[in-house]
């Protein structure tokens, strides 16, 4: 069985977030990449106006959203080049606390890639 993920025809990721605790003037942000077969990997750094992943505050549970195609920078090249959306490998969640050293405490849920509207992939 491959245990690598395919989600060609998906449209966007979304990721559930509970912030237990972080700092209460900052918040924290969350930054993940997704990884392909040949090693492709592709950091998402979201905040907009409309869609930040940044000041997220204790006590809060947040469904955060972006599109597939929406990376905004290329940690690795991988031997082909480009995002394989039909062979993905892996992905890795951050957290950054803004340079602030208070402790923080985070649980994530629900990873996925879907169409608005459809039936979802749990990744």
């Given at each position: 069985?491959?245990?690598?993920?395919?989600?060609?025809?998906?449209?966007?990721?979304?990721l559930e977030v509970t912030v237990?605790?972080?700092?209460?003037?900052?918040?924290?942000?969350?930054?993940?990449?997704?990884?392909?077969?040949?090693?492709?990997?592709?950091?998402?750094?979201?905040?907009t106006v409309d869609n930040s992943w940044f000041g997220l505050f204790s006590g809060?549970?947040?469904?955060?959203?972006?599109?597939?195609?929406?990376?905004?920078?290329?940690?690795?090249?991988?031997t082909v080049g480009g995002l394989d959306f039909s062979n993905l490998t892996g992905f890795h969640l951050q957290i950054d606390t803004g340079g602030d050293l208070d402790p923080y405490d985070v649980s994530f849920e629900n990873f996925r890639a879907f169409v608005p509207g459809k039936t979802?992939?749990?990744?």
């Amino acid at each position: 069985m491959d245990p690598n993920v395919d989600i060609t025809g998906e449209t966007h990721f979304e990721l559930e977030v509970t912030v237990n605790l972080a700092d209460e003037v900052t918040g924290l942000g969350v930054v993940f990449s997704m990884v392909d077969e040949d090693g492709t990997e592709w950091l998402y750094v979201i905040d907009t106006v409309d869609n930040s992943w940044f000041g997220l505050f204790s006590g809060n549970t947040y469904k955060l959203t972006v599109p597939v195609g929406g990376a905004t920078s290329l940690v690795n090249p991988g031997t082909v080049g480009g995002l394989d959306f039909s062979n993905l490998t892996g992905f890795h969640l951050q957290i950054d606390t803004g340079g602030d050293l208070d402790p923080y405490d985070v649980s994530f849920e629900n990873f996925r890639a879907f169409v608005p509207g459809k039936t979802w992939k749990a990744i």
